[in-house]
Structure formats: structure tokens, C-alpha cells
């Protein structure tokens, strides 16, 4: 089975500061891997989405690596921003269309 | 796109009582996922289908859950004789299957379930 964990699991940082979040998978045969972001008490919204035959993908001050083969993620995030102030999960699928396999998460705060 | 609704936002019930969620997808989206949330944890799959097909199934679905999509649109998720242990907030997923290669997933905000 599948096993997806985010480290930290929680971050506080001083606004405008950049920021790494990491996400590590124990099975390396991923179809892709979606980093979302969670505000309390809301659903998930969909950040970024990596292929496996990807390497990076980049939405505005975020940006987030894959490195399969060593079954690690990380979404960079430049700039932070008190709006940045959210739960970050990743998840990975294993086959096109079946079930993602959801990290626990890293809340983080950013600090005025 | 009106994105994914969900309905209730939030519902409280008592121990053994039937509760059932609806799940309205992106028009045009053809699979759809349930998923479950405790506080502090990330989403648990439970079931998705393929319009109305439901492909699969985790071992967190037992017997008392049951899970619809008739005609492959809005889906339900009935629970039965609730337990205080299925209090979590229930999530419902799309995505345009075969249609996105990328197979990218979109949430509505989810049912809270309070079981008292």
C-alpha cells in the first residue's frame, strides 16, 4: 500500500519569507502527484499537478518538484504571504483514475 | 464550471440514526470519489465510479455505508445506524476521467458529520 508523509507537519514563518514543504512516497510507480491546499473547515482546492514523466511544474510563487525515483516532492513557495496560511497536502496516484493516496498534511502560518 | 456542491455543509445526528449526503460533480465530469476526513488527518478514499459504475471500494466502506450515482450525475452516500466513530467530514471529488490526461481532482467543501 501506498504511504504518503509531509514533513513538517506544522511551519511558522515570518511574512515574505520562502518556504519548502516535503512530501515523501514509499511505493515510486506514481501515475502523477497533486499538491492541494486545505483553509479550516473547507474542502481541498487542487494547487499544482506533477506527471510522473514530470520533473517540475510552476503556478505563480509556487513550485513544485518530483524526483520519483527517490519518492520525494517538495512545493517551494516564494514570497509567503499571510494568505498563504493553510493545511498543504500531497497526494499521489498509483493508477490513472484509481484513488490518491493523501500525506497528513503541514499547516502552515505565515506571520504578519 | 460551477465546481463540486456537496449538501448538507454540516449535519448532526444521533448514535444509530440513518444520515445520506449528495454529491453534485462538475457537469461533464465522469468519475467521482468519496473520501474521509478526520481532524489532523488527510482524506481516507472510500469508493469512486466511473459514471455510474462503482469500480472500487476500500476496506473503511463497511457494511453500513452505501454509495449511489444513478445515471452517472449527482452521487449519494448513506450511512446506517451511525457510530460516533464515523463523526468526520465527508469529501466528494471529480474529475474528467479519460477526458484530462492529467486526471486532475477537484473537491467540493464537504459534509461535516457530527454523530452525538
Known amino acids: 500500500k501506498q504511504e504518503v508523509t509531509q514533513i513538517p507537519a506544522a511551519l511558522s514563518v515570518p511574512e515574505g519569507e520562502n518556504l519548502v514543504l516535503n512530501c515523501s512516497f514509499t511505493d515510486s510507480a506514481i501515475y502523477n502527484l497533486q499538491w492541494f491546499r486545505q483553509d479550516p473547515g473547507k474542502g481541498l482546492t487542487s494547487l499544482l499537478l506533477i506527471q510522473s514523466s514530470q520533473r517540475e511544474q510552476t503556478s505563480g510563487r509556487l513550485n513544485a518538484s518530483l524526483d520519483k525515483s527517490s519518492g520525494r516532492s517538495t512545493l517551494y513557495i516564494a514570497a509567503s504571504q499571510p494568505g498563504d496560511s493553510a493545511t498543504y497536502l500531497c497526494?499521489?496516484?498509483?493508477?490513472?483514475?484509481?484513488?490518491?493516496?493523501f500525506g497528513t498534511g503541514t499547516s502552515l502560518t505565515v506571520i504578519p | 464550471d460551477t465546481g463540486v456542491s456537496q449538501d448538507p455543509r454540516h449535519k448532526i445526528t444521533k448514535r444509530g440514526q440513518n444520515v445520506t449526503f449528495r454529491c453534485d460533480p462538475i457537469s461533464e465530469h465522469n468519475r467521482l470519489y468519496w473520501y474521509r476526513q478526520t481532524l489532523g488527518q488527510g482524506p481516507e478514499f472510500l469508493t469512486y465510479f466511473q459514471n455510474e459504475a462503482q469500480l472500487e471500494k476500500s476496506r473503511l466502506l463497511s457494511d453500513r455505508f452505501s454509495a449511489e450515482r444513478p445515471k452517472g450525475s449527482f452521487s449519494t452516500l448513506e450511512i446506517q445506524r451511525t457510530e460516533q466513530g464515523d463523526s468526520a467530514m465527508y469529501l466528494c471529488?471529480?474529475?474528467?476521467?479519460?477526458?484530462?490526461?492529467?486526471?486532475?481532482?477537484?473537491f467540493g467543501s464537504g459534509t461535516q458529520l457530527s454523530v452525538l
Open positions: 471529488a471529480s474529475s474528467r476521467g479519460r477526458l484530462d490526461v492529467n486526471e486532475k481532482l477537484f
Open positions: 497526494a499521489v496516484s498509483v493508477i490513472r483514475g484509481n484513488q490518491f493516496y
